[in-house]
């Protein structure tokens, strides 16, 4: 297995653009999580899913985050518009829970640029 | 409230030395526990888990449900151990984990 693909891997826009991060969890995790990493407020959660659905979506910050997952293989988080506050790494990350937690497989994340 | 507190931003230590990185957490209950690992922008990486009762690297950890700790420790640290270190709490029955503020670890040569 691969792990845990993001793309794209770098992402610079200006403010105002629509940015569109993706996220492949591995095959057979039912539990997928987008994370923002910054400097300022460390690892925050904006949204999981558990079979596609959305559980908790809290942690996102503004109407202008929404996130979707069509499918057990693929999520998108968009960010419409951009601000340069928005500037972060985000990462994904799956996870299984046979009954317990065995913690989670991040991806490298995205690191996002708004100027 | 669950919380996890690091309260090291930044621990810096000579290679061979011990290491100790911090953690509490404030939690009602009997949460699992964890330790991940990120080396210079790379993702993170699960470390170790409390349940597992296992050594890492080198690393260990114990869960003193008495101060709610659950401190990483390793006895003699190596350079390639410089990264930042995130402890994380996840309730029982939840999901949704929580992860400290991180402590970076610096081995000096």
């Known amino acids: 297995d691969a792990g845990v693909i993001q793309s794209p891997r770098h992402e610079v826009t200006e403010m105002g653009q629509e940015v569109t991060l993706r996220c492949k969890p591995i095959s057979g995790h039912d539990y997928l999580f987008w994370y923002r990493q910054t400097m300022m407020r460390g690892l925050e959660l904006l949204i999981y899913f558990n079979n596609n659905v959305p559980i908790d979506d809290s942690g996102m910050p503004e109407d202008r985050f929404s996130a979707k997952m069509p499918n057990a293989s693929f999520s998108t988080l968009k960010i419409q518009p951009s601000e340069p506050r928005d500037s972060a790494v985000y990462f994904c990350a799956s996870s299984s829970y046979r009954g317990r937690s065995y913690g989670y497989t991040f991806g490298s994340g995205t690191r996002l640029i708004v100027v | 409230a669950q919380r996890v507190t690091q309260p090291e931003k930044l621990l810096s230590v000579f290679k061979g030395a011990p290491v100790e990185l911090k953690c509490n957490y404030s939690?009602?209950?009997?949460?699992?526990l964890f330790w991940y690992v990120q080396y210079s922008r790379q993702r993170l990486q699960l470390l170790l888990r409390h349940i597992s009762r296992e050594s890492i690297k080198g690393f260990t950890a114990d869960l003193n449900k008495g101060e709610t700790s659950f401190h990483l420790k390793k006895p003699f640290a190596q350079e390639e151990d410089s990264a930042m270190y995130y402890c994380?709490?996840?309730?029982?029955?939840?999901?949704?984990?929580?992860f400290g503020a991180g402590t970076r670890l610096f081995v000096k040569a």
């Open positions: 939690y009602s209950g009997s949460p699992e």
């Open positions: 994380a709490l996840s309730p029982p029955g939840g999901f949704k984990t929580i």
